[in-house]
């Protein structure tokens, strides 16, 4: 495909099963694998361990702890379950399933849209805020299963929430993330973040990087080259790109 570099970031463990995520008994097994892999290509590609972090307040393990137990080069800051205030569940905003969007909207927060939009973005301020890590992933990730339905993303409460969170991104020298699964996989009309969002990342200078957010080997470059156009119209110039285990700026 033409990489001459590529990160593994696997989803961290969590203290309970998912599908998705890492069991904390198979770290060692990751770790001596991507090491194995970062080996055999060393003369081909330049190999990265890393992890997709997931922010649960209370619930998950510190970002450098996880980090420095896994040896990592670097880490995707995300938010796939969001916690409500008042209590201990957890509503899932990911995934190929529109229904667990809806039933969580439901059981969690009495189907009150802008309370559960408003604790998802306060749940990455947090982790903004109090964790250590290097790229924030899919920021507006929210409006994925919202499908136009529940609430607009142009709205004005919605739009202080999102600048909040740029403010904190821009505060703290973060990455976003210009993430192309959710248009290949047929999920979102726009990238994570949208249009207006990325606006706004240009206009505060936050550094970007284009992912696609793979699962399965044949996505690795799905939408590079429309989110390159599409980014250079909105008049961003550059990307970073990891380079022995720090950032560099090069020319989009």
Do not use: C
């Not at 998912?18 to 060692?28: I, M, V």
């Not at 993303?153 to 821009?170: G, R």
């Not at 961003?236 to 989009?252: A, D, H, M, Q």
């Amino acid at each position: 495909m033409g990489f001459v570099a590529m990160g593994f970031t696997e989803h961290s463990p969590l203290p309970f099963e998912t599908y998705y995520a890492l069991p904390q008994q198979r770290e060692q097994e990751y770790m001596d694998e991507t090491n194995r892999l970062t080996r055999k290509y060393a003369d081909q590609i330049k190999l990265y361990r890393a992890l997709e972090q997931d922010f649960i307040p209370g619930v998950t393990e510190d970002f450098s702890s996880v980090s420095e137990r896994l040896q990592l080069a670097y880490s995707i800051g995300s938010v796939h379950l969001v916690k409500p205030e008042s209590s201990d569940d957890l509503w899932f905003i990911d995934g190929p399933e529109r229904q667990k969007y809806d039933d969580g909207l439901d059981q969690f927060f009495d189907g009150d849209i802008r309370n559960a939009v408003t604790q998802y973005y306060h749940q990455m301020n947090q982790m903004i805020e109090s964790q250590v890590f290097d790229v924030v992933g899919h920021l507006d990730k929210i409006k994925m299963h919202n499908a136009g339905r529940f609430f607009n993303p142009e709205d004005s409460w919605v739009q202080h929430l999102v600048d909040e969170t740029l403010d904190l991104i821009k505060e703290k020298s973060l990455i976003v993330e210009v993430n192309t699964r959710g248009i290949y996989k047929k999920r979102a009309d726009s990238y994570f973040p949208d249009h207006s969002t990325l606006k706004k990342v240009h206009q505060l200078k936050i550094p970007i990087i284009i992912s696609s957010d793979a699962h399965l080997p044949e996505e690795l470059n799905l939408g590079f080259a429309e989110a390159r156009q599409h980014l250079l119209e909105f008049g961003f110039t550059t990307t970073l790109f990891f380079e022995g285990y720090s950032w560099i700026e090069l020319p989009l």
